[in-house]
């Protein structure tokens, strides 16, 4: 093993240090606990002197998500983090860029809710984020990273998800996640994309290039004509129907002869794994099933297992949000059962064995 | 091996760099290492803790509600974590910190005046590394080495001429820490 190539940071750095590195073109960002370590770590890296990339700070989350909405408008790869209170909002901003299939990168570093709550961890903007905090028909692809290391990995995955499919993306991560620090190995630093290539890879950015050679590219939410909006809704629709076939991605540990199930993401799911452990050291046959993409929910992985599965035990940061996919992924067919901690308060692995013991019976 | 740590006291006196030294140079030896402070207005003025974990394996959760070891270096951080050592582990404080000792008879509990060896060094900044030093001499998951390596890669280098002080902190820590007679 080199050592040499690990660093110690927060989820939060990791953050910061990926975007410079896989060639983000520009963050914008307002600070707020407890995400601000990456403006901060931005402005410490200043890569506006090496890789070109601009780093500003808007004057509210508003003018955030409306930056990103200009930025990813040109075909550049654009991405904000916020927390909680300042991801909602962003919500008409998100909204309008799903509605103009503007590809984009938001980090969302959950704290307790509802309201400002509290800067502490917790898991309760799930549902804002698989089944949309703006209004309309509308979903973000969403990632939920559960070390520093997935902070910095997922960032590039992100924006290649967002330019495959011309989608805001989503990275729901929480306190517990960008406050720790662990080692990371981080990516290798990619040069930002020239004009050229972006021009190739995004022939429907309104950047004015090849002007003399194409019609003006239009990218808007408004259409006056609802026959014209449907058409753009049943398309919007297929879109995301190819995202649930291709993009379902989950992690398994111990599912293959699991009775048991704990399924959680981020942070809990860490807190799941060590109770799975704790577990079968008396004899149980726990598993952990976690969701990485929590939209698409990665239900055919999910239901791979219920041969053999008896009772499902869904963990979270919240009063009980993901239950419902986990209920739907699998028609209800076996009893699920949730526990959660709600408002900052993060349990320890006890808490989730004595929870499964229970449901056990 | 699974090292878990609690370090706790007030803001300023070095409790999260104390940590992030540890996780540094354990990170050094090749471990998998956790930081997690808990983050917060309770920083300022109240108490500052970090939980720290080195371990052989993989860390699963970085949440933890038992101790293997603590360093608790003011009264609040001792009433609050002292019954959360697990039998066997370990205490360590500053007597300085502390006005009431504790007295649990299944833990080992070493004392070490810090706050005396810091201004002995002239510099009270260096209380967290004598209270370091005592930690690796009674349970050397570290070495002296790591940590000045982690010091030399932490540290940016306008503050290189300050790290052979805290070497000396960290051996007249070693020296310094007692066993307390009522521990087992």
């Excluded at chain 1, 916020?82 to 990168?105: D, H």
């Excluded at chain 1, 028609?331 to 499964?356: I, K, N, Y």
């Excluded at chain 2, 299944?106 to 706050?115: G, K, P, S, T």
């Excluded at chain 2, 503050?159 to 051996?171: S, T």
Aim: hydrophobic share 40%.
């Amino acid at each position: 093993m080199n050592l040499q190539k690990y660093a110690l940071m927060k989820g939060n750095e990791a953050l910061a240090h990926a975007a410079v590195r896989c060639g983000c073109d520009g963050y914008f960002g307002y600070p707020i606990t407890p995400q601000s370590e990456v403006l901060e770590t931005l402005s410490l890296l200043k890569p506006w002197e090496t890789t070109g990339m601009v780093v500003l700070q808007g004057e509210s989350e508003v003018a955030v998500v409306n930056m990103l909405y200009g930025g990813g408008g040109t075909g550049k790869r654009v991405m904000t983090s916020s927390s909680s209170p300042g991801i909602a909002l962003m919500q008409e901003g998100i909204s309008y860029m799903a509605a103009a299939e503007i590809p984009c990168l938001i980090v969302n570093v959950q704290r307790g809710g509802p309201g400002l709550g509290t800067i502490q961890p917790s898991q309760g903007d799930y549902r804002q984020a698989t089944v949309g905090g703006g209004n309309g028909d509308y979903h973000i692809l969403v990632l939920a990273p559960d070390s520093v290391q997935e902070m910095a990995d997922f960032v590039d995955l992100s924006f290649q998800l967002a330019f495959k499919y011309r989608n805001p993306v989503i990275m729901l991560s929480d306190g517990v996640i960008g406050q720790m620090m662990e080692k990371v190995c981080l990516p290798p630093q990619k040069p930002r994309r020239t004009e050229e290539q972006i021009w190739e890879e995004c022939s429907w950015a309104v950047n004015g290039h090849n002007l003399s050679r194409r019609k003006p590219n239009i990218l808007t939410s408004l259409e006056m004509d609802p026959h014209v909006m449907e058409d753009r809704n049943i398309a919007l629709q297929q879109k995301y129907e190819r995202m649930r076939q291709t993009e379902q991605r989950s992690e398994s540990i111990s599912c293959e002869d699991a009775e048991y199930l704990f399924v959680a993401f981020g942070s809990v799911a860490r807190i799941a794994e060590e109770a799975v452990g704790k577990l079968r050291q008396q004899g149980i046959k726990a598993g952990l099933f976690r969701p990485v993409t929590l939209w698409p929910f990665p239900e055919d992985k999910l239901r791979s297992y219920l041969p053999r599965v008896k009772k499902i035990l869904v963990c979270e940061l919240n009063s009980g949000q993901m239950i419902s996919d986990v209920r739907l992924a699998i028609d209800c067919s076996r009893p699920v059962e949730h526990f959660g901690r709600m408002g900052g308060v993060v349990p320890d692995s006890g808490e989730l064995v004595d929870a499964m013991l229970h449901i056990i019976g | 091996m699974k090292e878990e740590i609690i370090i706790s006291g007030f803001g300023g006196q070095g409790v999260l760099s104390m940590g992030k030294l540890l996780a540094y140079a354990g990170m050094k030896e090749g471990k998998e290492v956790s930081w997690l402070p808990a983050y917060g207005p309770e920083q300022r003025g109240g108490t500052a803790n970090v939980t720290v974990i080195l371990s052989d394996q993989k860390i699963a959760s970085p949440i933890l509600s038992t101790y293997h070891t603590a360093i608790l270096l003011n009264q609040p951080s001792l009433d609050r974590f002292l019954p959360k050592i697990q039998p066997g582990g370990t205490l360590i404080y500053d007597t300085y910190g502390i006005a009431k000792p504790p007295s649990r008879h299944d833990i080992n509990i070493y004392e070490i005046n810090a706050m005396d060896a810091a201004a002995k060094l002239k510099n009270i900044k260096t209380f967290n590394m004598v209270i370091l030093g005592g930690l690796i001499k009674v349970n050397p998951i570290v070495t002296i080495d790591d940590i000045r390596t982690a010091l030399y890669e932490t540290l940016p280098e306008r503050h290189h001429h300050l790290i052979p002080l805290n070497e000396e902190a960290l051996r007249l820590g070693g020296n310094m820490i007692t066993k307390v007679s009522f521990g087992i």
